[in-house]
């Protein structure tokens, strides 16, 4: 996914926060409606994929998302009305058994980076059931990679089998870039794609730059789970990929109008509602989030980027801490909590009290220790505990 409008350490092309999408699976024949003039332009745009895609090729690019030719042939035989090759969509995307999901870094990835990635399969794995691991012998596996050509990321959509790429530019290791693509190869499309989008959203084709029209294309067989969601982390901004950027690619309908300014913005926090609840109805439910902090970790049960998810779902919530001093970041009398990106913020009078964790070993406090020396450069400009409601506090 390349980001034609990076305004923020998340992403700004691709997503919202609110979930779900779609996963894009067969047994989701219905809902494939559009307009003519929907049609049109998509079957165009599909026929100019498809017919680039080389002799022998598996795959084909759909911005950042990698899909089966044969689901290309598929989706554009289903627009134009003819005949539907059912065997090309026999299993559809296929997701991850059990949950069980193994990876490899490869050499260009940093140790700041796998750091970034694990953070970010991590926010996935807090809410559904998910297990990344380091893969050992496993024939199918996600292979990290840091691809230099990139500003945004590229990836498989769902478990295409072997050794799939999942790449990240150099500028992009953020947790919404890495959560979205970790959302694709999860077995999630673009939201703006999915099946049902022209009941929400109309897109402005004219307004897309050249060559970019089939980062809109509809997708007439997907799995939506939920309610259409502007929020999710699978998401495009109103103008992504715009031939003017005062020019919009996405508009809600009226009815949703609110949702023009932030559709797509991929943060705080990055997981929208619906984001977490589809990818459950998938997967199955993980252990989930609370209000106590029991490690240091940047995401997972138990961190305080969980404990924050909770907030947000729960007003009124106050934070405690519980965290036992054998933790790895217990250090020079304080618990060191070194998250890789932007904390979600607090909201819905959300009291964040440090002061609550058992162990007092610095008499004059802090007792927690907020550290953003794990975070990327600068120039990102990522923020520390960020205050957006009302009747909020922090202390210790």
Same mark, same amino acid.
Not at 40 to 61: F, H, M, S, T
Not at 149 to 175: C, D, N, Y
């Given at each position: %996914?390349?980001?034609?409008?990076?305004?923020?350490?998340?992403?700004?092309?691709?997503?919202?926060?609110?979930?779900?999408?779609?996963?894009?699976?067969?047994?989701?024949?219905?809902?494939?409606?559009?307009?003519?003039?929907?049609?049109?332009?998509?079957?165009?745009?599909?026929?100019?994929?498809?017919?680039? #895609?080389?002799?022998? =090729?598996?795959?084909?690019?759909? $911005?950042?998302?990698?899909?089966?030719?044969?689901?290309?042939?598929?989706?554009?035989?289903?627009?134009?009305?003819?005949?539907?090759?059912?065997?090309?969509?026999?299993?559809?995307?296929?997701?991850?058994?059990?949950?069980? #999901?193994?990876?490899?870094?490869?050499?260009?990835?940093?140790?700041?980076?796998?750091?970034?990635?694990?953070?970010?399969?991590?926010?996935?794995?807090?809410?559904?059931?998910?297990?990344?691991?380091?893969?050992?012998?496993?024939?199918?596996?996600?292979?990290?990679?840091?691809?230099?050509?990139?500003?945004?990321?590229?990836?498989?959509?769902?478990?295409?089998?072997?050794?799939?790429?999942?790449?990240?530019? &150099?500028?992009?290791?953020?947790?919404?870039?890495? #959560?979205? =693509?970790?959302?694709?190869?999860?077995?999630? #499309?673009?939201?703006?794609?999915?099946?049902?989008?022209?009941?929400?959203?109309?897109?402005?084709?004219?307004?897309?730059?050249?060559?970019?029209?089939?980062?809109?294309?509809?997708?007439?067989?997907?799995?939506?789970?939920? &309610?259409? $969601?502007?929020?999710?982390? %699978?998401?495009?901004?109103?103008?992504?990929?715009?031939?003017?950027?005062?020019?919009?690619?996405?508009?809600?309908?009226?009815?949703?109008?609110?949702?023009?300014?932030?559709?797509?913005?991929?943060?705080? &926090?990055?997981?929208?509602?619906?984001?977490?609840?589809? %990818?459950?109805?998938?997967?199955?439910?993980?252990?989930?989030?609370?209000?106590?902090?029991?490690?240091?970790?940047?995401?997972?049960?138990?961190?305080?980027?969980?404990?924050?998810?909770?907030?947000?779902?729960?007003?009124?919530?106050?934070?405690?801490?519980?965290?036992?001093?054998?933790?790895?970041?217990?250090?020079?009398?304080?618990?060191?909590?070194?998250?890789?990106?932007?904390?979600?913020?607090?909201?819905?009078?959300?009291?964040?009290?440090?002061?609550?964790?058992?162990?007092?070993?610095?008499?004059?406090?802090?007792?927690?220790?907020?550290?953003?020396?794990?975070?990327?450069?600068?120039?990102?400009?990522?923020?520390?505990?960020?205050?957006?409601?009302?009747?909020?506090?922090?202390?210790?």
């Amino acid at each position: %996914m390349n980001h034609p409008n990076p305004v923020r350490p998340s992403f700004t092309q691709c997503g919202l926060v609110i979930l779900f999408l779609l996963f894009a699976v067969t047994r989701a024949f219905s809902g494939a409606t559009a307009t003519s003039p929907a049609v049109d332009w998509n079957v165009a745009v599909l026929d100019q994929v498809i017919a680039g #895609v080389p002799a022998g =090729e598996k795959y084909a690019r759909i $911005d950042d998302m990698l899909v089966p030719v044969d689901y290309l042939q598929y989706w554009r035989s289903y627009l134009a009305g003819g005949p539907q090759p059912n065997s090309a969509f026999a299993s559809g995307f296929t997701m991850w058994p059990s949950g069980n #999901v193994y990876y490899a870094f490869d050499a260009s990835v940093t140790a700041a980076n796998q750091k970034v990635f694990l953070d970010s399969a991590a926010e996935w794995a807090t809410f559904a059931n998910l297990h990344f691991m380091a893969r050992s012998t496993q024939a199918d596996y996600i292979l990290v990679t840091n691809n230099a050509s990139l500003s945004g990321g590229l990836s498989v959509v769902g478990k295409g089998g072997g050794a799939q790429l999942l790449q990240i530019g &150099p500028t992009s290791w953020v947790h919404g870039v890495v #959560v979205h =693509e970790i959302g694709h190869a999860l077995g999630l #499309v673009h939201e703006h794609q999915r099946s049902d989008r022209d009941n929400y959203v109309t897109i402005n084709s004219n307004n897309v730059a050249a060559g970019q029209l089939q980062n809109f294309v509809l997708l007439t067989t997907s799995q939506n789970k939920g &309610p259409y $969601d502007f929020l999710s982390v %699978m998401h495009y901004y109103h103008n992504a990929f715009s031939v003017n950027t005062a020019l919009d690619t996405i508009v809600p309908h009226s009815t949703n109008s609110q949702y023009l300014n932030i559709m797509g913005q991929r943060f705080d &926090p990055v997981l929208s509602t619906n984001d977490r609840a589809g %990818m459950i109805s998938i997967y199955g439910a993980g252990p989930g989030a609370s209000s106590v902090v029991t490690n240091t970790a940047d995401s997972g049960p138990g961190t305080l980027r969980a404990a924050l998810y909770y907030a947000y779902d729960h007003y009124g919530t106050t934070i405690t801490f519980n965290i036992p001093n054998t933790d790895s970041g217990f250090s020079n009398n304080v618990f060191n909590i070194l998250p890789s990106d932007a904390l979600p913020s607090l909201v819905n009078a959300t009291i964040l009290d440090g002061t609550s964790e058992p162990v007092k070993a610095n008499a004059n406090g802090p007792q927690i220790l907020i550290n953003g020396v794990s975070c990327r450069a600068p120039i990102l400009f990522v923020n520390g505990l960020q205050f957006k409601g009302t009747n909020c506090a922090a202390r210790g």
